[in-house]
């Protein structure tokens, strides 16, 4: 399936003589190797995921957002 796409890789790979460069690849490689897409997510308590549904789900509902003017008009006036 991907046997011509890793071929193809390591056939540039092997092409390559500047070590910094083959470094930082590696480096690379092994970053995005460690923090693969939803690693983070599936990494945070039960609780949290559903408090973040919970909220994504309250943003869609237009009663609950606030206008850019009303979330920057200042809380304390000097009037109180």
Not at 38 to 47: A, D, I, M, R, V
Not at 51 to 77: G, Q, T, V
């Amino acid at each position: 399936m991907h046997n011509s796409l890793k071929s193809s890789l390591n056939k540039l790979i092997a092409e390559i003589e500047d070590e910094e460069f083959l470094i930082a690849l590696r480096d690379f490689l092994q970053f995005k190797k460690a923090n693969s897409p939803g690693k983070l997510w599936n990494e945070l308590p039960k609780e949290n995921q559903e408090a973040i549904f919970l909220a994504l789900e309250e943003a869609e509902n237009p009663a609950n957002l606030l206008s850019r003017l009303a979330f920057l008009k200042p809380k304390n006036s000097g009037k109180d």
